[in-house]
C-alpha cells in the first residue's frame, strides 16, 4: 500500500460514515459500519433512477447526507452546456455558487410539492437531504428543481 492510499483511506473514513451507500465489501478496516438506509435506489418509469423511503421518515429527520464539489458562476456556464448541467445545484445560504452532489442526493427527482429538502452546509462542502413532511415506506423522496424547469414533468 503506498502512502498516499493509506491517507486517502484514513482522511475520507468519517466522511464514508455520512456517505451514501455501504461498500461492495465489507471491511472495517476500511469503513466503520454505516447505519441502515431510510432509502433505496428504484427506477421509476418515465422519470428514471430515484430514492423511496424504505421506512416511516419524520418531519425534519435527516435522510442523506453528501459531499459536494463547489464551483463558481464561470464554471457553472460552462457545465450547464454539458450532460452535468442537469445536476446542477445552487449552493450556499446566498444561493450565489453551484455545486455537484456526490451522491444519491443528485438522484431526486422533482415534485411540484416535495416531501424533502436540500441544506447546505457551506463550511464543509456537505448537503443534506431533510424530510419537509412525513414520508411513509415507499413513498418517493422528491425535492423541488429550480425554476423554470428544463423539461416536462412526468405524470
Not at 459500519?33 to 425534519?60: C, M, N, W
Not at 463547489?70 to 450532460?83: E, F, H, L, N, Q
Request: hydrophobic share 35%; net charge positive; charged share 25%.
Amino acid at each position: 500500500m503506498t502512502r498516499s492510499s493509506h491517507y486517502w483511506r484514513l482522511s475520507c473514513k468519517s466522511q464514508l460514515r455520512d456517505s451514501v451507500s455501504p461498500p461492495a465489501v465489507k471491511d472495517d478496516r476500511i469503513t466503520p459500519a454505516l447505519p441502515p438506509r431510510l432509502y433505496d435506489i428504484r427506477h421509476f418509469k418515465h422519470k428514471g433512477r430515484g430514492l423511496v423511503a424504505t421506512e416511516h421518515i419524520s418531519q425534519g429527520a435527516p435522510i442523506v447526507t453528501c459531499p459536494v464539489i463547489v464551483y463558481d458562476d464561470a464554471d457553472a456556464g460552462r457545465i450547464s452546456k454539458t450532460r452535468l448541467g442537469d445536476y446542477n445545484f445552487r449552493f450556499g445560504q446566498r444561493q450565489n455558487r453551484a455545486c455537484i452532489v456526490l451522491g444519491v442526493i443528485s438522484l431526486c427527482n422533482h415534485a411540484e410539492e416535495p416531501n424533502a429538502e436540500i441544506i447546505c452546509h457551506e463550511d464543509e462542502h456537505l448537503v443534506t437531504l431533510l424530510a419537509l413532511r412525513p414520508i411513509a415506506q415507499g413513498e418517493e423522496i422528491c425535492i423541488r428543481y429550480r425554476r423554470p424547469l428544463w423539461f416536462t414533468p412526468a405524470a
